[in-house]
């Protein structure tokens, strides 16, 4: 009889033991939940670009997806192979320009071209790859 009161004395430090980590592991959980939620797919990647320089993207439950582009300002253009200039008028996306603001310098510095230098020509060569964009067979206009 003294086993079995013993059995059951230990079977209850046992259950304690267990409700007592419970009770400790219950918030830990919660916390591992709280800490473990991932960002909103729409929000991915938007701490790279600055503020003022994101897409905004505006979801409708019934409507579907919305994308509104902003103008764009300056961007880095003396390290591409190619670079956009002109405009098109497209039936979707509507009239759509790209510009091209330079300056020029020269190779090197230092160079001396005497007293009061006036400049009397200059070339501007620009080559063109020969791509198009829309229906090849009308007229282009370059």
């Not at 009889?1 to 209850?12: C, Q, T, W």
């Not at 046992?14 to 797919?41: H, M, T």
């Not at 253009?77 to 996306?93: A, C, I, K, P």
Request: glycine share 8%; net charge neutral; hydrophobic share 40%.
């Amino acid at each position: 009889m003294n086993f079995m009161i013993k059995s059951s004395e230990s079977r209850k430090k046992i259950a304690v033991a267990i409700v007592r980590k419970s009770l400790f592991l219950l918030p830990v959980f919660f916390l591992l939940l709280l800490f473990s939620c991932r960002k909103s797919p729409h929000t991915i990647g938007a701490s790279i670009l600055p503020e003022n320089a994101q897409l905004k993207i505006v979801y409708g439950f019934w409507d579907g997806l919305y994308g509104h582009s902003i103008i764009e300002d300056s961007i880095r253009t003396d390290e591409l192979s190619r670079n956009m200039l002109g405009s098109m008028n497209d039936s979707v996306f509507g009239v759509t320009t790209a510009n091209i603001a330079a300056q020029f310098t020269l190779t090197s510095n230092g160079i001396d071209f005497g007293e009061n230098p006036q400049l009397d020509s200059m070339v501007l060569y620009l080559r063109y790859n020969g791509e198009i964009y829309g229906d090849s067979s009308t007229v282009q206009h370059l």
